[in-house]
């Protein structure tokens, strides 16, 4: 696929301009000033995410305490445009906001644009800040393209002016995808981006470097400095006022690996007797704060898990095998009622799956299911993710993905697709019972991505517990390969509206595709 500037992204050049010519805000990070001169400033850009056929969220940073308000318009003139009122913007928040979209035309391209106001005197307003997505269409016939993928600013790679800041957004955008899955690892929050890092061939690699990314994130300021990190990459906000969100969080939005109950630290970087639970907190707000999520704002639980639905050809089961897991484990247990997912996740899951009419079910899942993820622990051979590398019946975790999997083959659940990213490579795995110690499944794909701007590693071993077997695979020989060396990826979803056929291809950074896979509707073992 020509990876030319398409219509919209034609018809969105002027209303785009103004984003992408935005300055680097001046603080680098740091909170806003009370005593600036001047209109309220948007420097961060603008973002919508959970759009669905009649609403979606529109998010803004200020640089100042403000009232936002977005006006939305069938085109970019914004004639006849239609105004809503906003949150005041202030230092609880750190300056961030979201407004909910509602009412909005089915299909249709929406234009918006935020402007903030004094709140002492609401007629003067800053610069407005443009952007746009398209609602989900209620029609089948329009089919639906997404691309996804995870990992960003890991491993010490950060912001590199010199080779185009994170890239890979250009690319992603390129394909006028109506939505990006972003798979978790938003942030390094637990790593460290210095001025240069070397590189195998002598040169080193130059970062954008801020405070916040000095050191190891512990308050919720430190937190929030992280996500507005990669809010200074021009590309990525370019992008965000182009294509919406569907985000995920995963272990380095607190620290590698972690687990609910984990209590860490020698003194360096994390003081002794560091509670992850609480930095979960912290990071949970912070995510809040910088991300338009819909579930986030109306429940106590801080719930991430939910249902993206887009018309009558998808529904994505947006996961969190984060925050409900058990602990890291040698996962060998015989009875495992917590596992990845926990108990009231499971059964949301479930439910939903069996309720949906969509002809693809989608499941973003932050983690793989074959891949052995090891998080050795004092000679302990402890797992991360759910494989633990034994291929016979099903253990610890793998306990709970085969009732899950059980569950939709008994239950005659078909269309589902598993999408993940977290190990830095791209790959495609097919499972079968024919090959598999738990026979009790119907055959499905699972499809990896990432990064997007962050170490590169190898591929890990297969575990044989449910049949995988590896289609495809890019990756390094060596760990911890730089983006200046590529090996940076994202995938893309195409769904045809006529035929219902779903088609995977896995990208490089530049949009080069590696690997192509179409499947077909209704087929079981495709």
């Known amino acids: 696929m020509s990876l030319s500037l398409p219509g919209r992204r034609g018809v969105l050049r002027g209303s785009l301009a103004a984003s992408a010519a935005l300055s680097l805000p ?14 309220p400033r948007a420097d961060w850009g603008v973002q919508a995410g959970d759009v669905s056929a009649d609403s979606g969220l529109v998010w803004v940073r200020s640089d100042r305490p403000a009232r936002m308000i977005v006006e939305t318009s069938a085109t970019e003139s914004f004639r006849d445009a239609r105004r809503w009122h906003g949150p ?45 997505f398209r609602t989900a269409a209620t029609r089948r016939r329009t089919g639906v393209r997404f691309v996804w993928s995870g990992d960003l600013a890991g491993q010490g790679w950060g912001i590199n002016e010199s080779l185009g800041g994170y890239r890979i957004f250009d690319a992603m955008a390129g394909l006028d995808p109506d939505f990006f899955l972003c798979s978790g690892d938003n942030i390094y929050a637990d790593g460290v981006i210095s001025a240069t890092q070397a590189l195998p061939d002598g040169s080193l690699y130059r970062n954008v470097t801020t405070e916040a990314k000095s050191h190891v994130a512990l308050t919720l300021d430190d937190f929030r400095g992280n996500f507005r990190y990669n809010l200074l990459d021009e590309a990525l906000r370019r992008f965000n006022a182009q294509v919406p969100n ?13 687990y609910p109950g984990e209590v860490v630290g020698t003194g360096t970087p994390y003081p002794a007797g560091t509670r992850l639970d609480d930095l979960a907190v912290r990071s949970r707000r912070a995510f809040s704060e910088y991300f338009p999520v819909s579930t986030l704002g109306g429940r106590p639980d801080g719930r991430i898990y939910r249902v993206h639905h887009h018309g009558p050809l998808l529904d994505v089961f947006v996961l969190d095998m984060r925050t409900y897991r058990n602990a890291n484990s040698p996962d060998d247990q015989r009875t495992d009622p917590q596992g990845i997912l926990g108990a009231e996740q499971l059964a949301w899951l479930k439910r939903g799956l069996s309720r949906s009419r969509a002809v693809w079910k989608v499941i973003a899942a932050d983690m793989p299911l074959g891949l052995v993820v090891p998080d ?12 633990q590398g034994d291929p016979g019946a099903p253990l610890g975790r793998e306990l709970q993905i085969a009732e899950l999997l059980r569950h939709i083959k008994h239950d005659g659940v078909t269309g589902t697709v598993w999408l993940t990213a977290d190990v830095h490579h791209t790959s495609a795995q097919h499972y079968d019972p024919s090959r598999a110690a738990s026979k009790d499944f119907a055959p499905f794909w699972e499809f990896v991505s990432g990064p997007l701007n962050a170490g590169a590693f190898p591929a890990g071993a297969l575990d044989g517990t449910f049949g995988p077997d590896r289609v495809f695979v890019k990756a390094p020989t060596a760990s911890n390969v730089s983006p200046a060396e590529g090996y940076q990826f994202f995938g893309e979803v ?33």
């Open 26 to 39: 001046t603080a680098l990070g740091t909170a806003p000033a009370f005593a600036l001169s001047g209109r």
């Open 246 to 258: 569907v985000i995920q969080w995963d272990d380095h939005e607190v620290r590698n690996n972690w």
């Open 376 to 387: 050795p622990v004092e000679g302990r051979a402890n797992f991360e993710a759910v494989a």
């Open 494 to 526: 195409d769904i045809d509206g006529h035929s219902g056929e779903l088609t995977v291809r896995l990208r490089e950074y530049d949009g080069t595709v590696l690997f192509t896979r179409t499947l077909r509707p209704g087929l079981v073992g495709q």
């Open 88 to 132: 005041l913007l202030g230092a609880d928040s750190d300056f961030t906001g979201t407004t909910r979209l509602h009412g909005l035309p089915s299909g249709e391209q929406i234009h918006y644009r935020v402007l903030l106001a004094d709140p002492d005197d609401p007629r003067r307003t800053g610069e407005p800040v443009t952007g746009t």
